[in-house]
């Protein structure tokens, strides 16, 4: 099988980590997730953990700060200072992912991956959905999440990372035209998800 990038996005509840997890296992290739925060971190120097309560969350300053000049992508991150945390990693994010779709097959889950390598004829995105009964009772059992605030953090998961997507792409989050597949996870177990998508890479 030729190289490969599969992106996954992922509603809340829905399963999508562990789905990119399996898949990974299965296609043997490597698996992104949390690594990318400490690979990021290692980069920057700066501790892993700094880093892990602004994952995925944007900030809101780097539109302005690009359109200053502050930094550009083409100039290496010499200009990062200034730039708070969430922004900092985002860009760290953003070259790392490009620099691990040129080197290997993987799988990548959130961070934007499928928006940073928008144009690569090797990437494969896809988003995983489900219904909100579905995610209540995955989260309550797989996260240990409260049963009474379940939804609650459900909506408010998916609410920062839509955000996050929307201010870093410019474009929206879970929109059908963004990705090759859409599974709603509700409809089959994960491991049979594991093999549509399989499927689907040697496909194509």
């Known amino acids: 099988m030729d190289q490969f990038v599969i992106t996954i996005g992922r509603q809340f509840g829905s399963g999508g980590r562990s789905v990119g997890e399996k ?3 299965k296609l043997g290739v490597s698996f992104y997730d949390k690594e990318l925060i ?3 971190a290692k980069e920057s120097g700066m501790s892993p953990e700094v880093f892990q309560d602004v994952d995925e969350k944007a900030a809101n300053s780097l539109l302005y700060s690009l359109s200053m000049g502050m930094y ?3 100039n290496g991150f010499s200009a990062m200072g200034d730039l708070p945390v969430n922004d900092k990693l985002y860009l760290l994010q953003h070259k790392i992912i490009k620099e691990i779709a040129d080197k290997e ?3 990548i889950v959130g961070r934007c991956a499928d928006y940073v390598l928008r144009g690569n004829p090797k990437c494969v995105n896809i988003f995983i959905y489900a219904n909100m009964a579905f995610r209540k009772e995955q989260s309550i059992k797989k996260h ?3 049963a009474q605030r379940a939804e609650h953090i ?3 998961t998916d609410k920062s990372r839509a955000n996050y997507y929307s201010f870093y792409s410019g474009q929206k989050w879970g929109m059908a035209e963004n990705y090759d597949l859409c599974i709603d996870s509700s409809k089959l177990d994960e491991d049979k998800i594991v093999d549509l998508i399989a499927g ?3 496909m194509r």
């Open 144 to 146: 240990g999440i409260d």
């Open 72 to 74: 550009s992508f083409g």
């Open 105 to 107: 097959s993987c799988v």
């Open 38 to 40: 400490s690979l990021a």
């Open 23 to 25: 898949l990974a296992e």
């Open 200 to 202: 689907y890479i040697r």
């Open 154 to 156: 459900i909506t408010k």
